[in-house]
């Protein structure tokens, strides 16, 4: 397996709800390692760049809405296998149907707000850390 790196999102419920600890705890866990982190409040402008793929689904205005509605925390983690490995911790995108113990089935109110984000696939990962990241804002770990 190469080494890879996703993009996460702590989303507003996330933050108001003080879950960043316990979200990043479980990434830490899983063997992720946290190399790029901000805190940002996205404008709408940002917001409706980075969800430009869902543009025009009912969906859309709501989503930008929520995103814009507070500060939220994004990070770049590291490892082998990690767009999988996070995904696996994050659970399904409805909360309702996410594994038990999963951070979605744990702490998500609905599809939309589900505490997180994640890349789905290494060409999304590429886009969504330029997005948010300069290559000069990610710091890899110094190996010993």
């Not at 309702?96 to 890349?119: C, L, M, W, Y």
């Amino acid at each position: 397996m190469a080494l890879e790196r996703t993009l996460s999102i702590m989303k507003p419920g996330a933050i108001r709800n003080r879950l960043t600890g316990t979200i990043l705890q479980r990434f830490e866990q899983a063997g992720l390692v946290l190399v790029g982190s901000r805190v940002v409040h996205l404008t709408k402008e940002q917001a409706e760049g980075f969800y430009e793929e869902h543009r025009g689904k009912p969906f859309f205005e709501s989503l930008v809405k929520f995103m814009t509605s507070d500060t939220i925390l994004i990070e770049v983690f590291e490892a082998e296998d990690a767009i999988a490995s996070y995904r696996k911790v994050i659970g399904n995108t409805d909360p309702d149907i996410a594994a038990p113990g999963t951070i979605r089935a744990d702490f998500a109110k609905s599809k939309q707000e589900n505490v997180v984000h994640g890349s789905d696939s290494p060409a999304s990962a590429a886009r969504e850390i330029a997005y948010f990241f300069n290559d000069d804002e990610i710091f890899s770990p110094v190996k010993s």
